[in-house]
Structure formats: C-alpha cells, structure tokens
C-alpha cells in the first residue's frame, strides 16, 4: 500500500510522479546511510580492527568463520575482517583524494575559462580536449611506469584524467552565470573578479560541482581498484579492497570466495549508493533550472 497521501484533484501522471520523488527520496536516505557507514569505517577502521591485518599464520589458511573471526581467514592465514575493515582507508579516501583534486583543477579552469573568454577560454578548451583523449586507467598505467607502482601516482592520474569532465560541465554553467546581470553590477561596483566569482559565481554553481563531484567518486573507486588489482596501486600485503579481489582470486577457484566476495561487494554498495545519490542530486539541479 503507496505511503504518499493521495491528493484530491491530481491526474494519475502527478500522482505517479509524486510516488516516485517520495520513493527516491527513501534511496538517497539509504545510500547516505551506507556512504556514511562506510566513511565512518574509512576513518577509524585501523582502531577497531580486532587483529592485525597483516599477521599470518599459514595453519589458519582459508579456516571458515568463527565467533572471533567473522569472516575466516585467507589464504595467508590473516583475518579477513580485519583486512577488510583496514582495506577501507585507501579504498574510499584514495577515491575522495582524486575527486578532490580533479574539482579543485576542474572549477578553476571553468571558471577562467568562462571569465577570461576570447583566446583563454580557446586554449583551455584545447587542453581539456586532448586530456579527454587519455582513459584514466591509460594514464594511470603510465604513471605507475614512470614513477613506480603505488597509490599517489594513480590517483594523480586519475585526477588529471577527470578533470575536463568537470571542467566542461561547469564551464557552461559558469557562462551563463557570467551573463547574468548581478555579475554586471558587481563589476560596476569596482569588485574584483576574484571577489566576484568567490563569492557569487562558484556558491551559485555548487550544487553542480557536488553532483559532478559525487558521480565521479563511484568511478574513481572503481578505477583505482583496478589498479590495484592489476598490481598497479596499493602493493600488498598492505590490506586493499581492491587488492583483496586480486589476492583472493585463488581462493574463489578452490571454492573459498569470502575474500574476493566480501572485497568486491563492499566496493559495489559503496559504488552503487554514491552513483544513486549523485543521479538524484543531478535530478534536482535539473528541476531547480
């Protein structure tokens, strides 16, 4: 039975999509729950972890779960829930490190972009167009081939690959703002340009970077998983969702999965909740238009 009051006078189109904004709003509540859970075990998941991640002892190889060991061990002997509560750090704050830092390159060239105009907005327009050419997962392989595996230099990459899809977007938000009239009357003020876009121009475009900024976060997890799968990223033993897919392939083939499993479906929620939540606050942006 529908929880949305039925409204006396709306068509059945009308009702259906009060129905629907009233479900989504449910989603989003459920996907900040488990994007806060797992920011949670991000950060203080090194405290809590009941037994050292890294600690080994091949008698306990692939010994199922037990009341001190929720998930078993793997085929090094080390408690799989430890790992996995450890693993979290690099696996969601490596992610926000990229998504921040492709924000911070992408608002700023919108937004001189879109201010500057004329040969300025041309030659940025250039260089997003020729970074647009490079995967992330290419960039962040070349990185690693130059500098040596390891998590900073992938998600350097990474974040240099991101960086024209945010700049882009808001590049044509920042335009018509520029047009708008409250940044002609600030200009008449003798208010400088950085005051300007600092205080008007980026706070009226926020609510874009955060859903640009939240849909971008799901593929950065995914991509720098892969790199760690591919031994690209973060080096074992150091405990990595990514890492724990690769590492406990073995163990799905002779029918011991709780490593690759447990690993692989942390990285969905968390990927699926941030791109449910992204898609939602997109939505909304587009409404408020």
Known sequence: MSTVPTVPGLSGAA???????????????????????ALLVAIIGSAV???????????????????????????????????????????????AAVVVLALIAGVLCAIVAAWRGGWVDSAISVVMDIL??????????????????GLTAAALALAVAYTPYIARVLRSAAVRERAREYIAAGEVQGLSAWAICSRHLVPNVAPLI???GTLLFGYAMVDLAAISFIGLGVQPPQADW????????????????AESLSAGLCIVAVVVAVNLLGERLSQRNEEQR
Do not use: W
Request: charged content about 10%.
């Open 15 to 37: 009702r259906r999509r009060t129905r629907a904004i009233a479900g989504s709003g449910k989603v989003a509540v459920v996907c900040l729950i488990v994007i806060a859970v």
């Open 49 to 95: 972890a009941p037994h050292d991640p890294n600690a080994s002892n091949l008698n306990n190889s692939f010994v199922g779960p037990s009341a001190g060991h929720l998930l078993g061990f793997d085929s090094q002997g080390r408690d799989l829930f430890s790992r996995l509560l450890v693993g979290a750090r690099t696996s969601i704050l490596g992610p």
């Open 132 to 149: 647009f050419a490079f995967p992330g997962i290419l960039l962040a392989v070349l990185a690693a081939a130059v500098f040596g595996p």
């Open 210 to 212: 955060v859903s640009q």
């Open 242 to 257: 990514g890492v724990m897919v690769a590492t406990g392939q073995p163990g799905v083939l002779q029918g011991y999965p």
